[in-house]
Nanobody
Framework: QVQLVESGGGLVQPGGSLRLSCAASANIFNFYAMGWYRQAPGRQREFVGQIGSGGKTRYADSVKGRFTISRDNAKDTVYLQMNSLKPEDTAVYYC????????????WGQGTQVTVSS
């Protein structure tokens, strides 16, 4: 069992920045990918981005150019740097761990609220 604990959420004004962290209880070095998803009220959970074990990243079109995912294998932590935040980025953000390529997300964090509002 792997526990994922997100932190760093909060209230920010439009155009502002936040950095989310996701600390894992296991060594993430060999995990296929670590990812971020979000869920806004009344909407389905959606993919935000992910980072592979080799450092390759991919992002949803809605956040491309504004959000950056990075990982620190020594700390078993993944980060989501969010810049130029918009009100439509308001959601609960979830960290995820995909252990192998052939399977989907194996573990989820509990989520952290991000609210973008003036």
């Amino acid at each position: 069992q792997v526990q994922l604990v997100e932190s760093g959420g909060g209230l920010v004004q439009p155009g502002g920045s936040l950095r989310l962290s996701c600390a894992a209880s296991a060594n993430i070095f060999n995990f296929y990918a670590m990812g971020w998803y979000r869920q806004a009220p009344g909407r389905q959970r959606e993919f935000v981005g992910q980072i592979g074990s080799g450092g390759k990243t991919r992002y949803a079109d809605s956040v491309k150019g504004r959000f950056t995912i990075s990982r620190d294998n020594a700390k078993d932590t993944v980060y989501l740097q969010m810049n130029s935040l918009k009100p439509e980025d308001t959601a609960v953000y979830y960290c995820s761990a995909q252990l192998v390529a052939a399977e989907g997300v194996a573990y989820w964090g509990q989520g952290t609220q991000v609210t973008v509002s003036s």
